[in-house]
């Protein structure tokens, strides 16, 4: 009769530690698909940036000026960029 009850103890302990595994589990698996939402939200975002530089750099090549404003803007947008990609990256 003790080994029963012994094992009913064993088994009990068994069954609580699998429900906090399994809760560990599923707090792991939900911070994964916040994770990877928040890596295609920052992929999105980068995308953007890159298209809008692009856009830039065209726009200052066809206009055909180069003047120290023009360059002013576009180091400054290329500063503006580069932080939102390194916050970018500290997110990951």
């Known amino acids: 009769m003790k080994e029963l009850e012994l094992l009913q103890q064993q088994l009990e302990q068994l069954i609580k530690r699998f429900t906090a595994l399994q809760a560990e589990k599923d707090k792991l698996e939900l911070a ?5 939402e928040i890596i295609t939200e920052l992929k999105a975002r980068v995308t953007v940036l890159e298209s809008d530089l692009q856009l ?3 726009a200052l090549s066809a206009s055909g000026h180069h003047s120290e ?4 803007e ?3 947008h290329l500063d503006r960029v ?3 990609i390194e916050k970018n990256l500290e997110l990951l």
Not at 69 to 72: F, G, I, P, R, T
């Open 32 to 36: 994964g698909q916040r994770q990877a």
């Open 56 to 58: 830039r750099s065209v």
């Open 69 to 72: 404003d023009k360059k002013l």
């Open 74 to 76: 576009l180091r400054t």
């Open 82 to 84: 580069i932080r939102e």
